[in-house]
């Protein structure tokens, strides 16, 4: 599976569209860009994936470059309830998915 | 519907103890998963479950056995339990087929002494 490298923290005002970049350079063709969430010691959530157009869903939006090399994950009207890890993960949509989870970015929305 | 539920959600252990932690589903799910997490560090998966009666390793599976009771239950079983043990214990399950997420429960708190 393909590794991924986010910035380990962001901050974002309450309200302000939150923008999360990932880089996922050594993406294969069948790979999807997965991101989940965590906040604060719960299980994992998932917010949205994408293979290569762009993606909208109630929670985020999914903007994957035309070579998807990188894609960035974007909350509109941020909330202080979106302060959380967030998890850019690549891999294949096929089967049993063993989610491969690194660091994250720790994203805090400040009032 | 409960989604995925986990028992107990806390537990201490004095080493070489066993335990097992218990997984269930309650969304027709075939896969199912666990993962440790340890402080400050992402998720690792332990073992999956692709479908019933069948399992597999996943990157950190020494020390831990694990049963697919069932379609709906996956049990996570540590025989003599050590302080390396210590983390958080989530289990998720996934339906199968294309473009399927995962779903994690609220995860078991093991603290080994």
């Known amino acids: 599976d393909a590794k991924t490298t986010q910035p380990p923290s962001m901050d974002c005002a309450e309200g302000r569209a939150a923008n999360l970049p990932c880089n996922h350079s050594t993406i294969s063709g069948n790979e999807y860009v997965y991101w989940y969430r965590q906040i604060h010691s719960q299980g994992p959530q998932y917010i949205i994936h994408g293979l290569k157009n762009n993606e909208t869903n109630e929670m985020a939006s999914l903007i994957i470059t035309e070579d998807r090399k990188s894609s960035t994950l974007i909350l509109p009207h941020a909330t202080l309830r979106d302060t959380a890890v967030y998890y850019c993960?690549?891999?294949?949509?096929?089967?049993?998915?063993?989610?491969?989870f690194g660091q994250g970015t720790r994203l805090t929305i400040n009032p | 519907n409960a989604g995925v539920t986990q028992t107990p959600k806390f537990q201490v252990l004095k080493t070489g103890q066993s335990m097992t932690l218990q997984c269930a589903q309650d969304?027709?799910?075939?896969?199912m998963y666990w993962y440790r997490q340890d402080p400050g560090m992402g998720l690792r998966l332990i073992y999956y479950?692709?479908?019933?009666?069948?399992?597999d390793k996943g990157e950190v599976p020494n020390g831990y056995n694990v049963s697919r009771l069932n379609k709906r239950e996956f049990s996570l079983r540590l025989e003599s339990a050590a302080p390396s043990q210590t983390s958080v214990y989530f289990c998720?399950?996934?339906?199968?087929?294309?473009?399927?997420?995962?779903?994690f429960g609220p995860g078991t708190r093991l603290l080994v002494l």
């Open positions: 479950s692709a479908s019933e009666g069948t399992t």
């Open positions: 969304m027709n799910h075939n896969s």
């Open positions: 993960i690549v891999r294949v949509a096929l089967g049993a998915q063993k989610l491969v």
């Open positions: 998720a399950s996934q339906r199968g087929g294309l473009k399927e997420t995962q779903y």
